[in-house]
């Protein structure tokens, strides 16, 4: 079974400011598909950001990229320019390849709060 | 417009009673999905269906009980075996067999215990 952890439970940031969040992952599949996910006061979950296990390069999202290093299983969603509408607990996910794309394992979240 | 409805946004229960949360999506997706979230624990997956009239479990299916008769619906019964059913609950659904598409998820229902 997939694991993800967040070890993070709590980032604070200034506005304008840049924040990276950590992932890491525990899977012995070789293809696979990460994701973060924001859940802001509403508690709708958005999807913020996709990658791809085969590619070799970073998704980018305007102002959010992560760093993907698949041999290390790591996966760290950097937030630039932040903004105070990036609050939000953010979730990292992981799907198998042949699963569904609503079958997703979750870590724990980190919180991020953006101060003025 | 296309969406996922999840009701009620809140929910209180007696203990030893079952209650029923609703999920309803109009994006004709296949596959829908049910996950519990905990504070600190993140969403953990309860039950998914992938086509009407077929469910599987999830990680943590023990107490709860589902239902896939029409493509849209996909309700959870939280019965009364469930140990601990004070959660913040999550529908969510997805096209199948489709590169490059998501899950979307709905607003959720809180359900308290009391």
């Known amino acids: 079974a997939q694991t993800v952890t967040q070890s993070q439970p709590e980032m604070s940031v200034q506005e304008a400011e840049t924040v990276t969040l950590s992932c890491t992952y525990d899977?012995?599949?070789?293809?696979?598909?990460l994701f973060w996910y924001k859940q802001p006061p509403s508690r709708q979950m958005i999807l913020v950001i996709r990658?791809?296990?085969?590619?070799?390069q970073n998704a980018t999202e305007n102002r959010f990229s992560v760093n993907f290093q698949k041999a290390a299983k790591s996966f760290s969603l950097k937030i630039s320019d932040s903004q105070l509408g990036d609050a939000a607990m953010y979730f990292c996910?992981?799907?198998?390849?042949?699963?569904?794309?609503?079958?997703?394992?979750f870590g724990a979240g980190t919180q991020v709060v953006v101060t003025p | 417009d296309g969406g996922i409805t999840q009701s009620p946004k809140y929910l209180f229960r007696k203990e030893g009673q079952n209650v029923t949360l609703s999920c309803e999506q109009n994006?004709?997706?296949?596959?829908m999905y049910w996950y519990r979230q905990d504070p600190g624990q993140g969403l953990r997956l309860i039950y998914y269906?992938?086509?009407?009239?077929?469910?599987q479990k999830g990680d943590i299916a023990e107490g709860y009980s589902v239902s896939r008769e029409k493509k849209e619906s996909f309700p959870l019964t939280v019965t009364s075996a469930q140990k601990n059913p004070t959660a913040f609950y999550l529908c969510?659904?997805?096209?199948?067999?489709?590169?490059?598409?998501?899950?979307?998820f709905g607003q959720g229902t809180r359900l308290t215990v009391v």
């Open positions: 990658q791809e296990a085969y590619k070799q």
């Open positions: 969510a659904s997805s096209a199948l067999g489709t590169v490059n598409t998501e899950a979307f």
């Open positions: 899977t012995s599949e070789s293809d696979y598909y």
């Open positions: 996910a992981y799907r198998s390849a042949g699963g569904s794309w609503g079958k997703l394992q």
């Open positions: 994006l004709n997706h296949d596959a």
């Open positions: 269906s992938q086509i009407v009239n077929d469910f």
